[in-house]
């Protein structure tokens, strides 16, 4: 599940939502692009190419890759959120500023922000290594990636958000596109699954 949608900052700027995101039946990658949607949408399409794109093992060197093939041709930088979905746990890796939302065993929301302000690492700069979170499922019900454009959701701005983590996707996408005004960046959240 996918929901991802221009900020209404961006919007009566004229500026596009420079977000993109895929998903498989065990991965959804979340990328940010600061400056150009191009790049992000090609890096997307690249990326998807990549065999085992959607393995974690080969994530990182899939990424490294990609971002050498977009890259060599414009200087652009990116955050990138992954999840996956494995037998036992999810496996959260990231780079740049982000999101991760758990619903644990006892249905309660928690929102863990990763934030590195004005200087944080995105891939064009080197010697940055993609941090990594482990979530046992046992212990976690759901598990969601996001961008930083959510924080009014967590700033709780939209009462009682959190029990529409147990809606379908068209209820969110509804009520955050009927709050629009409050978010002034882009916003995408994805989760695995419907």
């Keep these: 599940m996918i929901i991802s949608f221009r900020g209404y900052g961006h919007l009566i700027q004229g500026i596009s939502n420079f977000e993109y995101a895929i998903e498989s039946e065990n991965m959804v990658l979340i990328l940010k ?3 150009s949607d191009i790049e992000s949408k090609s890096f997307m399409r690249l990326f998807s190419e990549r065999v085992g794109f ?37 496996v959260v890796k990231f780079l740049g500023n982000s999101f991760i939302i758990t619903k644990n065993a006892k ?37 969601y990636v996001a961008t930083p454009g959510i924080l009014p959701i967590v700033k709780n701005k939209i ?21 629009r005004q409050i978010f002034y960046d882009d916003v995408t959240i994805g989760r695995i699954g419907a």
């Design 159 to 179: 009462a009682g958000f959190d029990e529409l983590f147990n809606e379908n996707k068209s209820r969110i996408e509804t009520i955050i596109k009927e709050n």
């Design 33 to 35: 692009g600061c400056h």
């Design 54 to 90: 959607n393995k974690v093992e080969n994530f990182e060197e899939n990424v490294k890759y990609t971002a050498d093939q977009v890259l060599n041709k414009v200087q652009e930088d990116f955050s990138i959120i992954a999840l996956f979905e494995l037998e036992n746990r999810y």
């Design 107 to 143: 249905g309660l929301i928690s929102y863990l922000r990763y934030y590195y302000g004005d200087s944080q690492p995105y891939m064009v700069q080197e010697n940055h290594n993609f941090e990594t979170v482990v979530l046992d499922k046992h212990k976690f019900q759901q598990v």
